[in-house]
């Protein structure tokens, strides 16, 4: 086994629609949401096919290399493991959403009408993949369309498909820079904004924009406290002097000439 | 005058006893069926009317308390100490109701302490959290003093004034951390966040638009408890402020109008669009009108001027985190109006806010005693001893 980090390499022209993928992943978190209702990713719906015309995208966390949400998240209950899963510690979370309102690609949810609320999310199968197995998804894929392996062999793989049939593919591996890169990387037919991906995304991280703010605080403390310390220091010996020098001084009174 | 006054009290106190009435049992409702039993609050929205006014709102609002302590104890400018308390009343009580606001908001509000042990200093949540811990207990610190007075604790009394000092420089950098990384939160959602709004900027903007919302706060309010509470206006002192409120007005709307060019999306202020309605409302009611109200010497100078003047900038604010946090992200989420539920809690916080102010304004020494209401010369004097 190689600690290298793990990606998928979703590919759409491949994707007949079948949805083993969502049912796999139903059973590998014991969640009990009936296949046909599933129309969005929900508390109990992890990922899920939608539908395009005749092209199928599967929805499912990315999994980013420098993700949004662990960098918002102000209790570190979001993490990016080093194997490549983005997991959730329920324990630590406040409930905050953050994450869901930062997140790119609106992935986390919400239990909403739970009592002792989490975030719900695809976990790459971080329990299974820690078992030697391939996320349950991965493996029930009857087309490959999802497959499963470390992300520089999908990377190398992703672009060996777009050289080999340049016709059959929109020439882009979506996830390979987008917010700093991801785990989860797609090939597509048709250009990814007709697929309704979140674009334009920036090559970034964008946990780089808070962090330009942020970097910022030790300044405020520093060069802050002490230019108010300056000030206080100053005023104070301004109204010392002006007691000293008697009440007419602080009036102005003296430009009269009447100094006492 | 008494029995006129009597029934208004009745009102008043049946509205409160209305409002908190209304507000618990919906936090019952929320406590023992989840956030979705009593909020429009859903995946694809996840911030409401919770967080953009219970917490932006609030949290701007009470700016008045760090603005006029720096005023009063670092420039030394004594003549603004009458309203020192005020201000400081009002931002501690304004601080307590963003955490109650926070306890209903957070899906498990029993973790809200985390923060303080399980650390991510890249999160821009995490910094508030702590700044937000901190100021409200400097803000309480600071409030004690009235309350050690009051006790005639002499000894508690010394020691906070010894520390005073250093409570107001901590108490403006937190403020100013925290005020402004408000603004940062929405750093992380370019994507998101309509142009209008999304600006790398939107720290500084936060920032100065809480000042200028503390200070019409301080006069709103000083309008409001000396109508209440039957006390004169510090007229003098309310002119300088709104004097002070029509500058960081002008710096304001310079700053987002420059921001607005330098990005290029100046035109979409123009447009027929949901959002550049908002933005007028938000930049000319709030911000513009209220500086021109301001500039005419004649209105800068009667209270009811400053008064309607501050009301707008008040107003404005509140529109602007609306406009951030609400319909700056409609487009790309999805149209959301707050649920009854919400708006009933936003409204039983609003009504502890005044119910507390009313009692302590009454038991304790917040307002300097009352001969103050002689003209502005003894003023001076009295504040000597």
Redesign the interface.
């Given at each position: 086994m190689s600690t290298q980090p793990k990606s998928m390499l979703i590919d759409i022209t491949r994707c007949v629609g079948c949805g083993a993928c969502t049912e796999a992943c139903l059973q590998a978190h014991n969640l009990s949401t009936n296949v046909d209702d599933i129309k969005?990713?929900?508390a109990g719906a992890l990922t899920y096919v939608s539908e395009h015309g005749d092209l199928y995208v599967r929805k499912l966390c990315m999994h980013c290399l420098e993700p949004?949400c662990?960098?918002?998240?102000?209790?570190?209950?979001l993490k990016k493991t080093p194997e490549g899963p983005v997991v959730y510690e329920a324990s630590?979370?406040?409930?905050?959403?953050?994450c869901?309102?930062?997140c790119?690609f609106?992935v986390p949810?919400?239990?909403?009408?739970?009592?002792?609320?989490?975030v719900a999310k695809c976990d790459f199968c971080a329990t299974r993949q820690a078992q030697g197995l391939m996320p349950a998804c991965a493996e029930a894929c009857p087309e490959a369309a999802t497959v499963f392996g470390t992300r520089e062999e999908l990377l190398a793989e992703a672009h060996r498909r777009l050289e080999a049939d340049p016709d059959s593919y929109y020439p882009h591996v979506f996830g390979e820079h987008e917010v700093g890169g991801t785990s989860m990387l797609f090939l597509s037919p048709v250009s990814f904004d007709q697929l309704a991906f979140?674009l334009?995304?920036?090559s970034e991280a964008?946990?780089k924009?808070?962090?330009?703010?942020?970097s910022h605080?030790p300044d405020?403390?520093t060069i802050?406290?002490a230019m108010?310390?300056a000030?206080?220091w100053i005023?104070?010996r301004?109204?010392e002097v002006a007691r000293v020098e008697g009440p007419g001084a602080s009036n102005g009174d003296h430009t009269g000439g009447g100094h006492a | 005058m008494n029995g006129i006054k009597k029934p208004r009290f009745g009102f008043w106190s049946a509205v409160f006893w209305i409002l908190v009435g209304f507000g618990v049992a919906t936090g019952i409702m929320r406590?023992?069926?989840?956030?979705?039993?009593v909020t429009n609050?859903?995946?694809?929205f996840?911030?409401g009317l919770w967080i953009g006014f219970d917490i932006l709102c609030g949290v701007g609002l009470a700016a008045g308390g760090f603005t006029i302590t720096?005023v009063v104890?670092?420039?030394?400018l004594?003549r603004f100490r009458p309203i020192v308390r005020p201000a400081i009343l009002t931002a501690f009580l304004g601080y307590l109701l963003v955490v109650v606001g926070l306890l209903f908001?957070?899906?498990?509000?029993w973790?809200?302490w985390?923060?303080l042990i399980?650390?991510?200093?890249?999160?821009?949540?995490?910094?508030?959290?702590w700044c937000v811990t901190l100021y409200t207990t400097v803000l309480a610190l600071e409030f004690s003093g009235m309350v050690f007075e009051k006790l005639g604790w002499t000894r508690a009394v010394n020691i906070q004034h010894a520390v005073t000092?250093p409570l107001v420089?901590l108490g403006?950098?937190l403020s100013?951390?925290h005020q402004?990384?408000l603004g940062?939160?929405y750093?992380?959602?370019?994507?998101?966040l309509h142009p209008l709004w999304y600006t790398?900027r939107l720290?500084v903007i936060f920032w100065l638009s809480a000042v200028c919302a503390g200070l019409a706060m301080v006069i709103v309010e000083s309008r409001l408890s000396a109508r209440a509470l039957g006390r004169h206006l510090e007229v003098p002192i309310i002119r300088t402020l709104g004097r002070a409120l029509m500058g960081v007005l002008g710096v304001l709307a310079v700053f987002r109008l420059r921001d607005l060019a330098a990005r290029g999306v100046m035109g979409l202020a123009f447009h027929p669009s949901y959002e550049a309605a908002l933005f007028q409302v938000e930049f000319l009611l709030g911000i513009v009108l209220p500086f021109v109200i301001l500039l005419v010497p004649r209105m800068r100078r009667s209270p009811k001027g400053l008064y309607v003047a501050s009301l707008f900038t008040v107003l404005g604010f509140i529109a602007n985190r609306l406009n951030v946090s609400i319909t700056g992200l409609e487009a790309s989420?999805r149209h959301y109006i707050p649920a009854v539920g919400e708006v009933l809690v936003t409204a039983m916080l609003v009504a502890l806010g005044f119910g507390a102010f009313k009692l302590a304004a009454k038991y304790l020494p917040v307002y300097p005693p009352l001969p103050n209401v002689a003209p502005p010369g003894t003023v001076t004097q009295l504040r000597s001893k």
């Open positions: 969005e990713l929900s949004t662990t960098s918002v998240c102000p209790v570190a209950a630590r979370c406040i409930g905050c959403r953050y869901m309102q930062a790119p609106d949810r919400y239990e909403w009408d739970k009592v002792v609320p989490g979140p334009p995304l920036p964008l946990g924009r808070t962090w330009a703010s942020l605080v405020v403390v802050g406290g108010l310390l000030i206080w005023t104070r301004r109204a | 406590f023992t069926r989840g956030l979705g039993s609050l859903s995946d694809t996840p911030w720096a104890y670092l420039f030394h004594e908001d957070l899906g498990r509000p973790n809200i985390h923060p399980m650390w991510n200093p890249h999160s821009v949540m995490f910094e508030i959290a000092i420089i403006v950098i100013t951390l402004s990384s940062a939160l750093l992380i959602v370019p994507g998101k790398e720290p989420q």
